[in-house]
């Protein structure tokens, strides 16, 4: 298979977990039958997910998400593309770092006040320890509606409502 889909990448910061569980959930709004990591996902167990804990060192973490058996079957043949109902399979690909991150200059800051935006701006940033994370969507979020909303609800679980652009 051919790799498909839009890769949008963040750094994150230690609250990474937790936010997945909030993406799980709203994962769980859009599609009721939602299958999480190719299982149904069952509601009773909803609170006490957590993010699974990759298998090696060496590689990245998956959750992925789709609607169900069907996408599933859909996946495994077309991979990251839109079903003719316009919403298909996504994935977050993460992996922990533990070491600190510094960054010399911070811009193209995205925030609700731009007295916000002006403390932030040109600064440098410091995180003791992040994620590198990748939200893979079917299609690109500035052109495709069902990616856009995907990269909403996963800004909306770090408690952000803007989105960013390129």
């Known amino acids: 298979m051919d790799l498909t889909g839009h890769s949008t990448d963040f750094v994150v910061d230690a609250s ?3 936010a997945m569980r909030r993406f799980v959930r709203l994962g769980q709004q859009r599609w009721p039958g939602l299958f999480l990591c190719g299982e149904p996902f069952r509601s009773d167990v909803a609170a006490d997910w957590r993010l699974p804990e990759p298998e090696d060192d060496d590689f990245s973490g998956i959750v992925t998400f789709s609607s169900g058996q069907a996408m599933e079957a859909f996946w495994e043949e077309h991979g990251y593309t839109l079903e003719a109902a316009g919403q298909g399979p996504y ?3 993460y992996r922990h770092h533990a070491q600190p991150l510094h960054a010399m200059t911070v811009s193209g800051i995205h925030v609700a006040s731009p007295e916000a935006e002006a403390a932030v701006e040109g600064t440098r940033l410091l995180l003791s320890e992040y994620y590198a994370v990748s939200v893979v969507t079917p299609g690109d979020p500035g052109d495709d509606p069902f990616s856009r909303s995907v990269v909403k ?3 909306a679980s770090f408690g952000t409502s803007i989105m960013l652009t390129a």
Do not use: D, G, I, K
Request: no cysteine; net charge negative.
């Open 16 to 18: 990474f977990p937790e």
């Open 91 to 93: 994935a977050v690909f």
């Open 153 to 155: 609800n996963f800004l």
